[in-house]
């Protein structure tokens, strides 16, 4: 059974740095892109980048590319969303998902990462 | 603001055919296949149909895709208490370097 789960909640400061993961399982780690979506509260979905773990290749949405570096760990299965500074509007839930068929079939739980004062 | 539009809302009753439609341009939705996906409350969103018409194992066959040109329509008929949630279409866009692009979405509300 394919599973991605994610890392837990997260309450930060703004000016924080943040790592968040989303380990997979069930299925070959290196073999398929791991997106990660952005849900800030009462919103919509919003794709952010993705990286194929088997080579590190990685794509950014533009608005958010300099803002987050998305990264991956093929050894412990593991991929990584990162913040240098975090910012009150970075509060949100974050997703991670796997592509399969050009569609996201599997998704994590989702971490909740509030940035507050 | 996103490339793809959909209603904000959606209502039926029970027993009922709602329909749900999203609306692109020929970089995303008149070039790729679309999919679906459903967002109960508090929960990750979960994919319903893939490539404009095809559903996952699981999914029950009340629910059904469509495109046609630079649209694609959601709809469920037979509409049960446990199908209100968020809808959201995504696919493709050839103009955004690929970038992968969800529709603002749609709640769905049993009456």
């Known amino acids: 059974e394919v599973q991605l789960v994610q890392s837990g909640t997260e309450v930060k400061k703004p000016g924080e740095s943040l790592r968040i993961s989303c380990q997979g399982s069930?299925?070959?780690?290196?073999?398929?892109?791991i997106a990660w979506v952005r849900q800030m509260p009462g919103k919509g979905l919003e794709w952010m980048g993705t990286?194929?773990?088997?080579?590190?290749?990685?794509r950014y949405n533009p608005s958010f590319e300099g803002q987050v570096t998305i990264s991956a760990d093929e050894s412990i299965s593991s991929a990584y969303l990162q913040w240098r500074s975090l910012r009150a509007s970075d509060t949100a839930i974050y997703y991670c998902?796997?592509?399969?068929?050009?569609?996201?079939?599997?998704w994590g739980q989702g971490t909740l990462v509030t940035v507050s004062s | 603001q996103s490339v793809l539009t959909q209603p904000p809302s959606a209502s039926g009753t029970p027993g009922q055919r709602v329909t749900i439609s999203c609306s692109g341009s020929?970089?995303?939705?008149?070039?790729?296949?679309v999919n679906w996906y459903q967002q109960l409350p508090r929960t990750a969103p979960k994919l319903l149909i893939y490539?404009?018409?095809r559903r996952p194992s699981g999914v029950p066959d009340r629910f059904s895709g469509s495109k046609s040109g630079a649209s694609a329509s959601l709809a469920i008929s037979g509409l049960q208490s446990e199908d209100e949630a968020d809808y959201y279409c995504?696919?493709?866009?050839?103009?955004?370097?690929?970038?992968?692009?969800f529709g603002s979405g749609t709640k769905v509300t049993v009456l």
């Open positions: 998902a796997r592509l399969n068929t050009r569609s996201y079939e599997h």
């Open positions: 069930g299925y070959s780690f290196t073999s398929n892109w």
């Open positions: 990286i194929f773990p088997g080579d590190s290749d990685t």
């Open positions: 020929s970089s995303n939705i008149g070039n790729n296949n």
């Open positions: 490539s404009n018409d």
């Open positions: 995504a696919t493709w866009d050839d103009s955004l370097n690929g970038l992968y692009v």
